[in-house]
Protein backbone atom coordinates (compact mmCIF):
# COMPACT_ATOMS: atom_id res chain seq x y z
CA UNK A 1 0.00 0.00 0.00
CA UNK A 2 0.99 3.85 -0.20
CA UNK A 3 -0.08 6.66 1.53
CA UNK A 4 -2.13 8.11 -1.21
CA UNK A 5 -4.28 4.79 -0.83
CA UNK A 6 -3.52 4.46 3.20
CA UNK A 7 -5.43 7.61 3.70
CA UNK A 8 -7.50 8.34 0.60
CA UNK A 9 -5.83 11.58 -0.28
CA UNK A 10 -4.47 11.26 -4.04
CA UNK A 11 -2.64 14.37 -3.97
CA UNK A 12 -0.40 16.73 -1.83
CA UNK A 13 0.36 20.36 -2.18
CA UNK A 14 4.33 19.04 -2.62
CA UNK A 15 6.81 15.95 -1.47
CA UNK A 16 7.95 17.84 1.63
CA UNK A 17 3.78 17.67 2.66
CA UNK A 18 3.67 14.22 1.77
CA UNK A 19 6.65 13.52 3.24
CA UNK A 20 5.67 15.34 6.48
CA UNK A 21 2.47 13.65 6.65
CA UNK A 22 4.56 10.25 5.88
CA UNK A 23 6.61 10.47 8.88
CA UNK A 24 3.27 10.82 10.80
CA UNK A 25 1.22 7.73 9.66
CA UNK A 26 4.55 6.01 9.83
CA UNK A 27 4.87 6.37 13.31
CA UNK A 28 1.49 6.01 14.48
CA UNK A 29 1.89 2.35 11.95
CA UNK A 30 4.79 1.92 13.91
CA UNK A 31 3.81 2.49 17.46
CA UNK A 32 0.36 0.75 17.19
CA UNK A 33 2.18 -2.65 16.14
CA UNK A 34 4.61 -2.45 19.08
CA UNK A 35 2.52 -1.77 21.15
CA UNK A 36 0.17 -4.72 20.13
CA UNK A 37 3.76 -6.53 20.61
CA UNK A 38 4.46 -5.25 23.96
CA UNK A 39 0.58 -5.84 25.17
CA UNK A 40 1.85 -9.77 25.04
CA UNK A 41 4.76 -8.97 28.17
CA UNK A 42 2.35 -6.32 29.95
CA UNK A 43 4.73 -3.71 28.90
CA UNK A 44 3.93 0.06 27.12
CA UNK A 45 6.32 1.47 25.04
CA UNK A 46 7.53 3.63 27.85
CA UNK A 47 8.04 1.33 30.20
CA UNK A 48 10.13 -0.95 27.58
CA UNK A 49 12.52 1.83 27.36
CA UNK A 50 13.07 2.55 30.16
CA UNK A 51 13.88 -1.30 30.99
CA UNK A 52 16.13 -1.25 27.96
CA UNK A 53 18.17 2.25 29.20
CA UNK A 54 18.41 0.99 32.47
CA UNK A 55 19.81 -2.68 31.15
CA UNK A 56 22.30 -1.11 28.65
CA UNK A 57 23.77 1.54 31.21
CA UNK A 58 24.87 -0.98 33.60
CA UNK A 59 24.89 0.92 36.18
CA UNK A 60 21.75 2.51 38.87
CA UNK A 61 20.65 5.60 37.16
CA UNK A 62 18.32 8.40 38.70
CA UNK A 63 14.69 9.15 37.00
CA UNK A 64 16.25 12.26 35.70
CA UNK A 65 18.55 10.73 33.62
CA UNK A 66 16.39 8.27 32.59
CA UNK A 67 14.23 10.90 30.97
CA UNK A 68 16.95 12.57 29.51
CA UNK A 69 17.63 8.78 27.64
CA UNK A 70 13.80 8.47 26.62
CA UNK A 71 12.51 8.31 23.24
CA UNK A 72 9.39 10.42 24.50
CA UNK A 73 11.07 12.93 26.63
CA UNK A 74 7.32 14.23 27.55
CA UNK A 75 7.38 11.01 29.25
CA UNK A 76 6.35 11.21 33.43
CA UNK A 77 9.38 9.04 34.38
CA UNK A 78 8.33 8.88 37.94
CA UNK A 79 5.46 7.24 37.58
CA UNK A 80 6.42 5.19 34.83
CA UNK A 81 9.64 3.89 36.83
CA UNK A 82 6.71 3.59 39.94
CA UNK A 83 4.54 0.95 37.53
CA UNK A 84 7.57 -0.95 37.03
CA UNK A 85 8.68 -1.23 40.62
CA UNK A 86 5.18 -2.80 41.27
CA UNK A 87 5.73 -5.51 38.50
CA UNK A 88 8.95 -5.75 40.70
CA UNK A 89 10.94 -5.36 36.93
CA UNK A 90 12.92 -2.41 38.41
CA UNK A 91 14.65 -1.09 41.79
CA UNK A 92 14.64 2.00 43.95
CA UNK A 93 16.83 2.59 46.30
CA UNK A 94 18.07 6.08 47.96
CA UNK A 95 21.18 6.99 46.72
CA UNK A 96 24.01 6.68 49.33
CA UNK A 97 25.91 9.93 48.63
CA UNK A 98 23.02 12.54 48.14
CA UNK A 99 19.88 10.97 50.29
CA UNK A 100 17.22 13.17 48.32
CA UNK A 101 18.21 11.00 44.83
CA UNK A 102 16.57 7.72 43.64
CA UNK A 103 18.83 5.47 41.85
CA UNK A 104 16.75 3.43 39.74
CA UNK A 105 18.32 -0.60 38.74
CA UNK A 106 16.82 -3.21 36.78
CA UNK A 107 15.66 -6.17 38.42
CA UNK A 108 16.94 -10.19 37.67
CA UNK A 109 12.89 -10.67 36.93
CA UNK A 110 13.48 -7.60 34.77
CA UNK A 111 16.43 -8.20 32.34
CA UNK A 112 14.68 -12.07 32.56
CA UNK A 113 11.60 -10.42 30.92
CA UNK A 114 14.28 -8.23 28.42
CA UNK A 115 16.02 -11.98 27.36
CA UNK A 116 12.66 -13.11 26.31
CA UNK A 117 11.71 -10.21 24.04
CA UNK A 118 15.27 -10.10 22.93
CA UNK A 119 14.63 -13.89 21.96
CA UNK A 120 11.60 -12.59 20.23
CA UNK A 121 13.34 -9.56 18.62
CA UNK A 122 12.78 -11.15 15.26
CA UNK A 123 9.43 -11.25 15.00
CA UNK A 124 9.57 -7.09 15.99
CA UNK A 125 12.01 -6.66 12.57
CA UNK A 126 9.41 -8.05 10.15
CA UNK A 127 8.07 -4.70 10.77
CA UNK A 128 10.88 -3.50 8.46
CA UNK A 129 11.17 -6.76 6.53
CA UNK A 130 10.64 -5.04 3.26
CA UNK A 131 13.82 -2.40 3.14
CA UNK A 132 17.14 -4.11 3.31
CA UNK A 133 20.46 -3.10 5.06
CA UNK A 134 21.63 -0.43 2.81
CA UNK A 135 17.76 1.41 2.71
CA UNK A 136 17.82 1.17 6.28
CA UNK A 137 20.89 2.92 6.95
CA UNK A 138 19.45 5.37 3.97
CA UNK A 139 16.91 6.19 6.28
CA UNK A 140 18.78 6.52 9.60
CA UNK A 141 20.37 9.27 7.42
CA UNK A 142 17.83 10.77 6.59
CA UNK A 143 16.15 10.92 9.64
CA UNK A 144 18.94 11.83 11.22
CA UNK A 145 19.10 15.36 8.77
CA UNK A 146 15.78 15.57 9.66
CA UNK A 147 16.33 16.21 13.52
CA UNK A 148 19.61 17.97 13.28
CA UNK A 149 18.29 20.73 10.67
CA UNK A 150 16.67 22.66 13.36
CA UNK A 151 19.74 22.64 15.32
Wanted: hydrophobic content about 35%.
Amino acid sequence: MSLNTDINQPKFRNEHQKAMINLIYSYNWLMENTRRYLDQYDLTNQQFNILRILRGAGEPLSTLQIRQRMLDKMSDTSRIVDRLVKKELVQKVVCPSDRRLVDVTISDKGRELLTILDEHESEWEQLLLHIDETEASQLNGLLDKLRNSLD
